[in-house]
């Protein structure tokens, strides 16, 4: 029923910049917060950024300035604009949605490669 589906990774060079999109179905979005993950080889995954319910959001250090969550509702779709890209960006980002009432619910998508590179 539930699926996030994650688009918009490849191949960028160094500087450059890119657009994830997570395209979120069979779950009422708007009481979801959401948030993009990151996994990197021999790595654990870490937290990049998180957007709520009321649209408040958070970034890791390693990325404020450079990446920007944002959703769209009425899409049922969160974003992640990546600038500036540098090589240790490379990893495979997740989206996931999260809630905690009435009871806990997760869910994971699948995952989209981001290779920074010269």
């Known amino acids: 029923q539930v699926q996030l589906v994650e688009s918009g990774g490849g191949l960028v060079q160094p500087g450059g910049s890119l657009r994830l999109s997570c395209a979120a179905s069979?779950?009422?979005?708007?009481?979801?917060?959401m948030s993009w993950y990151r996994q990197a080889p021999g790595k654990q995954r870490e937290l990049v950024a998180g957007?709520?319910?009321?649209?408040?959001?958070n970034y890791a250090d390693s990325v404020k300035g450079r990446f920007t969550i944002t959703r769209d509702n009425a899409k049922n779709t969160v974003y992640l604009q990546m600038n500036s890209l540098k090589p240790e960006d490379t990893a495979v980002y997740y989206c996931?949605?999260?809630?905690?009432?009435?009871?806990?619910?997760?869910?994971w998508g699948q995952g989209t490669q981001v290779t920074v590179s010269s």
């Open positions: 069979g779950m009422t979005f708007r009481f979801y917060d």
């Open positions: 957007i709520t319910i009321d649209d408040n959001t």
């Open positions: 996931k949605s999260e809630r905690r009432r009435p009871v806990p619910l997760s869910y």
